[in-house]
């Protein structure tokens, strides 16, 4: 045991020195890092750089300075970075092997990256998940639902999978349905839609929009209203436009079905 301490003290004797000072170095290299990518994100997010793309380049930035920390400690403490740089590319084959997803993972978010199907805020659909890209990741795609519930999905799924971007075009068009009732005045009931798409302010009156009969069902005759809104006004008008033709057809007198059933009994 004693022998054991006096190799201990030996090494410290020696190598001491050196430890404190890679300690050092490790502290200032994680200080250094911290703020390269704290300045990075700051003057990046100033330009048109997507800001998922700056958290991108940052986590690459942080596993580049990771390695070289590790070598300028080797070099400090006179190991042999050739040999290092050997069983980091051993490591490096191992990890990669068993990890193959995870890079492949990698690789697919550059790809996302580069291709830009869609940009941090946009609301979109991948594979029938709904939610605004909240970050693009070296691994994954975190979306946020509107009922702000963070769903995290590997860049692979992302990658392979169907997306629909609803944000990638400035305007968007809203098909809503209307039914009215049989021997409603027909005239009518297209004269009062058009008065409230006519009326609403967010939509777009260059954009010519389409009232039409589209069918005759069991107990109504179906309107197809088409109009275009500015992305950011979309919901806006899918939400308020139901309530503003209900009003229009209470105050116009035109009734809206619903389900009846005629009953005939047979005394026999």
């Known amino acids: 045991m004693k022998e054991f301490f006096n190799q201990i003290g030996t090494y410290i004797t020696q190598y001491g020195l050196k430890i404190l000072l890679c300690v050092c170095i490790v502290i200032v290299g994680i200080c250094i890092t911290w703020f390269v990518c704290f300045l990075l994100k700051k003057i990046l997010l100033k330009t048109r750089i997507d800001g998922a793309i700056v958290s991108f380049i ?38 990669g092997m068993a990890l193959k997803d995870s890079f492949a993972n990698i690789a697919n978010g550059i790809l996302i990256i580069v291709n830009k199907p869609f940009r941090r805020g946009d609301y979109v659909s991948i594979n ?22 963070k769903i995290v999905m590997p860049n692979s799924s992302v990658l392979n999978g169907n997306v ?37 302010p967010q939509i777009l009156k260059s954009m ?7 069918s005759h069902d069991a107990s ?4 197809m209203v088409r109009v275009w809104a500015n992305n950011a006004d979309y919901f806006n008008v ?28 047979d005394n026999k």
Do not use: W
């Open 128 to 149: 029938g998940v709904e939610g605004k890209v909240h970050s693009i990741k070296l691994f994954t795609v975190e979306l946020v639902t509107f009922d702000n519930v």
């Open 220 to 223: 109504s005759i179906v309107y």
């Open 58 to 95: 940052a986590s690459i930035i942080k596993i580049i300075c990771l390695v070289i920390l590790v070598l300028a400690c080797a070099a400090i403490l006179e190991l042999s970075t050739s040999g290092l740089i050997v069983s980091l590319s051993t490591l490096a084959l191992a990890i």
């Open 164 to 200: 629909i971007n609803y944000s990638a075009l400035s305007i968007r068009r809203c098909d809503m349905r209307f039914s009215v009732t049989y021997g409603s005045d027909m005239d009518k009931v297209e004269e009062v839609l058009k008065n409230v798409i006519d009326e609403h």
């Open 208 to 214: 010519k929009p389409s009232v039409y009969m589209e």
């Open 238 to 265: 899918a939400h308020s436009l139901p309530r503003l033709v209900y009003d229009a057809f209470e105050k116009a007198n035109i009734q809206i079905p619903f389900n009846q059933l005629d009953v005939h009994i």
